[in-house]
């Protein structure tokens, strides 16, 4: 049983940084899930996939893992791009680019 360790991304339908400073513990699926015939409900008999927890740091998702002796990966988040400080930057007179409409 494996468990992943992340931090996770905004919303993209929202701008703001909701929900991204936690760090989550949750566990790789040891069962794929099955759609049921008769009401066509997506199921699983992995009853740990409906584990997760919260941590507020990285350290403290590891030394709970480690501590209940759980194979763990940590998947590091992703840096943002950074972006152009303002909209009047796009048509500056020393502009480095082409402008295209």
């Known amino acids: 049983m494996t468990a992943r360790i992340y931090k996770p991304s905004r919303n993209a339908m929202q701008s703001g ?3 991204t400073k936690r760090w ?3 566990y790789e699926p040891e ?6 015939p008769l009401m066509g ?3 699983s008999g992995d009853m740990k996939s409906q584990i997760r927890l919260f941590f507020a740091t990285r350290e403290e998702a590891i030394a ?9 990966k940590v998947i590091e988040p992703h840096s943002p791009t950074p972006k ?8 500056r007179w020393g502009r480095v680019g ?3 409409h």
Do not use: C, M, P
């Open 17 to 19: 940084q909701a929900k």
């Open 41 to 43: 409900w997506t199921s």
């Open 98 to 100: 082409q402008w295209t």
């Open 31 to 36: 069962e794929a899930r099955r759609v049921e």
């Open 64 to 72: 709970y893992a480690e501590h209940k002796g759980l194979t763990y």
């Open 84 to 91: 152009t400080l303002s909209y009047s930057d796009n048509f």
């Open 24 to 26: 989550i513990l949750d």
